[in-house]
């Protein structure tokens, strides 16, 4: 491995690929530092944008923008060495072509569904609201109720003696994020004249010509002194922040407005029951998101359901002192997974098949953000912030400090 | 009643993995004592009144552990360190039909030895030489199987060479087995009850038809204790040990000082200043490594022994007569126990055993330090050959100056020995070597340990004398008449009074009452690859079937007169004949790892599953996982501090509302 690169990225998830890819692009040459054991342990990014909580900040027009077809593709394909192809799921229609590249990531167009039961003032003033900004976006929304909500909600038993309102948003689309991210690190991986990889990097320090750390390559492995030309990239989600705020202690966290509750936990549950579950429609109700689960083009049977369910917001410096332990899976979830699915979906019986916790930042001023303390390093430093989230953000911002930075 | 979830919180979690048989087992105890004495708050989970639905892992704090009792409550546990008791699955490396009926884990082969009246004609194959696939082999000829053999790798059966295999390997031979140094190409089902089975060795193909293909892991080698991520606390501890320790010896070994080894480093890193106790902890681990070390010491002093013919070579046969466990000249004025364990092995059953305390094992790096046995002070009493697991003593009276000699040796099988009747001599590899008359049958000696001495005999017989030293083993002489082997069952007799009929997919069947469906699936051959883990408490969950309408597990549920049971057809698989299957579950084949793993430049096993979602499925990975990570071996990346944290262990079927 060589000891002296134009820019060193720090960080996990997807953002620093995207981001080395730009800077090999313009003939840099870049090591990305991954102090996990892989690029999978954390994976930041969202397939959609969960518009959540629905309140004004989350229902901004611009947000849908970035969530229709077009717009999405036109971030993602220039971003992605392979195709990216598109398929609608929209009502009972199944649009795809045969033509397409089957094991490529996918833009899936679904419907977007918000559910409210009629007996809640609060959130259905929400539900009126999301119903203004949508038409006045342009979107077509349209309010639904009782059965044709019932009828379209994911994993729905057919029971309809829901008394629910709903407001449809045609045409929104979410993303096979996890296709689009193994591909792309697997295209990365081969460009070995400018970039290298790292992962399980430990003992990170900042020096004089840049970067310290404990390295194993399948070359060598030891403490190595890294020479940085151009700058350093930190991506910052709550993996990262521990080192980030040992190293950088007087950072201002009002300035990302990082303070209370700035870290969103989520949990993302993956049900089977005997329900038939429809593909084309992603639902919200209450904390909840569910859609169906799949990867690239239809093919087998959706009768997995992911859950997506909105969990506390704890402070940066719980999550600091890696006190979690009860945040996932508490008595509060499982009792809103059963009411969910006993009372509202119908079921009689499912199985969990998975959880996988996450851990995102609420960003309220993402960006990224020139260091400008006195540290033991000359080299110029970035911190780039809003990498963790709806991959729309994540693409977005990771561009952004590109053009930034280079 | 709604679904209750309480919440706990202990220092130290010792939690059982699906299938777990015993619970809890020696590692469990020794980790739960030594964390408890430092005042460590742990908690053991497992057995039939809990069952473990998985861990979430807080990264650098320990984790959050899920249990259900049996009256389906939640119980979300807090813990800053997790012990995930863990289980080899024991199938092997994916070869072409490695997912048919026929392939079965040893765990499931020794339950339904138990259990079943399976038909083991003509011939039973045991993937793997290691301790318990010989154990098994043996146990199963002595129950009458006509035709075991042991199949390995040949560049793997010597890295199997684990301590006491030798004396292991020693019995199965002299009872009949036969060892097989090949490659498995295929298994292919060529009746209802007979596969064929096709390997591969250096004189070419060979086709052998069994009944039964026997996966007797572990295919690769193993520390036994995984601690990941790095430096989390949280650890899985490899289950090697059996219910009873005369079982397999080493294997309660490893766990046990494994665990010694695992419970001070847990207590090291959460008891901030163990005060007095530190020296007894670093005695513990002085202690622990010391016998870990030990143990992989016959590896440095391999006993093979050799032969000119059918003798014993002089080489080999110095060193038999050499060894501290063999009698040096007392022998020659009186009978007494010769105890043949050559190789460092770390059982000392017989040393336990001998009322006399005529045997002392006294290991040491130097060869004229150690001791075994003191031959002045044994009576002969015959204790040590009822209490071995490998029936290594015998008692020896040599008499030079006559034509025979005495050799009393232990016999384990269907035939019932008499006193006049002759027998076959084998030497230490099964040759037969010459015969000998049965002089006495002594009376059985008082032992404790409780060993399943059903069909064990202690037989005397007069030895040509220049046979003593070389004869270990006897077998009823085959005469020029004896009709020719039976291919029938005869384990038990068949009981047509406790037989009843039931309807098995429409179809009218006679079958055992009150035997689980499992096995009488097995009985009837019309078993699945799904029944193969055969799990004692049903914690695997894959063996549904529907019950008279209702979804059952099989093994939880025994037959009854008049029940229906409809067997759900398996799902397509969707492989083609190059392809071999991997994760059933999800469709995912060998090929397609390998394919992922080169064109990624992957370098960890959590990369790889981000992008071929094995052991996602309906088993959780309890069927492929193991065979996964041997395959990620075999492509050279280094599984082995992997741990599968995802959650849950097993589908956790949730009923709203329900009770």
């Known amino acids: 491995m060589r000891a002296k690169w134009d820019y060193v990225l720090l960080g996990t998830g997807l953002a620093p690929l995207i981001s080395a890819q730009s800077l090999i692009r313009q003939g840099k040459s870049v090591l990305i530092l991954n102090p996990d054991w892989d690029f999978f342990q954390e994976d930041s990014e969202l397939p959609l944008d969960p518009f959540w909580p629905l309140e004004q900040e989350s229902v901004k027009p611009e947000r849908w923008k970035n969530s229709q077809a077009e717009p999405l593709l036109e971030l993602l394909r220039p971003e992605f060495p392979g195709p990216v192809e598109v398929f609608s799921l929209q009502g009972d229609s199944v649009s795809f072509s045969k033509k397409t590249d089957s094991s490529a990531p996918h833009v899936r167009i679904r419907s977007r ?114 020479e940085i030309s151009g700058g350093l990239m930190v991506f910052w989600t709550p993996r990262m922040t521990t080192w980030i705020r040992k190293i950088w202690k007087d950072f201002d966290l009002s300035s990302v407005d990082l303070g209370e509750g700035s870290i969103q936990l989520w949990e993302q549950w993956n049900l089977v029951s005997r329900e038939p579950v429809d593909p084309s429609w992603v639902a919200a109700l209450g904390d909840f998101l569910v859609w169906a689960d799949f990867e690239g083009a239809p093919g087998r049977g959706w009768d997995q359901l992911t859950l997506l369910k909105a969990g506390s917001r704890v402070k940066i410096e719980s999550f600091e002192s890696l006190n979690l332990h009860e945040s996932w899976a508490s008595q509060e979830t499982f009792s809103s997974i059963e009411r969910f699915c006993g009372q509202f979906l119908n079921w009689d019986k499912f199985s969990i098949r998975s959880l996988k916790p996450r851990a995102l930042f609420h960003w309220k001023y993402p960006g990224t953000h020139r260091i400008e303390q006195d540290t033991p390093s000359s080299v110029p430093s970035w911190l780039v912030c809003g990498c963790d989230g709806s991959i729309q953000q994540v693409i977005q911002n990771a561009k952004n400090a590109v053009e930034l930075v280079s | ?186 298994i292919k089902q060529k009746s209802s009850l007979i596969w064929e089975l096709r390997v591969e060795d250096l004189l070419g193909i060979r086709v052998l038809e069994v009944s039964k293909l026997i996966s007797a892991g572990p295919f690769s080698q193993s520390e036994g204790v995984r601690e990941y991520p790095p430096s989390s606390l949280l650890f899985e501890l490899e289950q090697t040990a059996q219910a009873v320790r005369s079982d397999d010896v080493e294997g309660y070994m490893l766990e046990e000082e494994r665990a010694r080894l695992l419970a001070v480093r847990i207590a090291k890193a959460l008891v901030a200043d163990p005060k007095e106790k530190r020296e007894e902890l670093e005695r513990v681990q002085k202690r622990a490594k010391l016998r870990l070390k030990f143990s992989e010491r016959h590896l440095e002093e391999p006993f093979e022994p050799q032969y000119s013919g059918k003798w014993s070579n002089t080489e080999t046969l110095k060193r038999i007569r050499s060894f501290s466990g063999v009698p040096q000249s007392v022998h020659k004025t009186s009978t007494v126990a010769s105890i043949e364990c050559v190789e460092d092995i770390a059982c000392n059953l017989c040393e336990k055993s001998c009322p006399e305390s005529a045997i002392q094992i006294v290991r040491s790096r130097e060869p004229e330090s150690r001791r075994f046995l003191i031959e002045g002070d044994c009576t002969a009493c015959g204790a040590c050959l009822a209490v071995c697991p490998s029936q290594v003593p015998v008692l020896v009276r040599e008499q030079d100056d006559r034509s025979f000699s005495k050799l009393t040796l232990g016999w384990k099988g269907k035939h019932t020995w008499k006193v006049g009747e002759f027998a076959s001599l084998l030497n230490r590899r099964g040759d037969a070597m010459g015969q000998a008359r049965v002089s006495k049958i002594p009376e059985f000696p008082e032992t404790e340990g409780g060993r399943d001495l059903e069909l064990f005999q202690w037989v005397e017989l007069d030895v040509p004398t220049h046979l003593l030293w070389e004869s270990r083993g006897i077998r009823p002489v085959v005469s020029q008449e004896a009709p020719d082997v039976e291919l029938k069952n005869e384990n038990e007799p068949i009981d047509q009074e406790a037989r009843v009929f039931i309807t098995l997919n429409g179809e009218k069947r006679l079958v055992r009452d009150d035997i689980p469906i499992t096995v009488a699936l097995y009985e009837m051959a019309q078993n699945r690859p799904e029944d193969a883990l055969y799990c004692p408490d049903g914690s695997c969950q894959l063996c549904t079937v529907f019950v008279d309408g209702i979804k059952q597990l099989a093994c939880q549920t025994r037959i009854r007169k008049g029940m229906a049971i409809l067997v759900p057809e398996p799902g397509p698989e969707h492989f083609t004949d190059d392809e071999i299957p991997l994760c059933v579950c999800e469709g995912i084949s060998c090929q397609q790892v390998v394919d992922r793993l080169k064109q990624g430049q992957l370098s960890s096993v959590e990369a790889v599953l981000s992008s071929v979602p094995v052991g996602s499925g309906k088993c959780h990975g309890q069927i492929c996982s193991k065979a996964f990570e041997r395959v990620l071996k075999g492509q050279g990346l280094d599984p082995e501090h992997w741990i599968d944290w995802r959650f849950p262990w097993i589908d956790w079927v949730v009923m709203p509302g329900g009770s």
Request: hydrophobic share 40%; net charge positive.
């Open chain 1, 113 to 226: 569904l918000w559910v409210v039961p009629e007996d809640n003032s609060t959130r259905a003033d929400a539900i009126e609201q999301l119903y203004v900004v949508a038409s006045d976006a342009g979107i077509h929304p349209q309010i639904l109720e009782g059965p044709q909500v019932c009828k379209n909600f994911p994993g729905y038993s057919g029971v309809m003696n829901r008394d629910v309102r709903g407001v449809l948003l045609p045409r929104v689309c979410d993303v096979d994020v996890k296709r689009f991210r193994v591909g792309l690190l697997e295209f990365l991986r081969e460009k070995k004249e400018n970039l290298e990889i790292v992962c399980g990097v430990s003992g990170l320090e900042l020096s004089k010509e840049g970067l310290r750390a404990y390295l194993s390559t399948t070359e060598s492995s030891g403490l190595k002194n890294i």
């Open chain 2, 1 to 186: 009643m709604s679904l209750l979830v309480r919440d706990g919180k202990f220092d130290v979690v010792v939690a059982a993995s699906p299938r777990v048989r015993i619970w809890p087992s020696v590692g469990v105890r020794v980790v739960s004592a030594l964390c408890a004495d430092l005042n460590l708050k742990v908690g053991a989970f497992g057995g039939s009144q809990v069952q473990v639905r998985g861990v979430i892992p807080v990264a650098g704090s320990g984790g959050v552990l899920f249990v259900e009792d049996t009256q389906r409550r939640v119980h979300r546990i807090e813990a800053k360190s997790i012990v995930k008791m863990g289980l080899d699955s024991h199938l092997p490396n994916p070869f072409p039909g490695w997912r048919s009926s026929a392939v079965i884990p040893i765990e499931t082969a020794e339950r339904l030895l138990k259990e079943g009246q399976l038909d083991w004609n003509p011939m039973v194959g045991i993937l793997g030489t290691g301790n318990r696939a010989l154990h098994m082999g043996t146990k199963l000829l002595q129950l009458g199987v006509p035709d075991v053999f042991c199949v390995e790798e040949p560049q793997t059966t010597s890295r199997k060479r684990i301590s006491g295999w030798e004396v292991e390997r020693r019995l199965f031979e002299m009872s009949g087995g036969q060892i097989i140094e090949a490659r498995i190409n295929r």
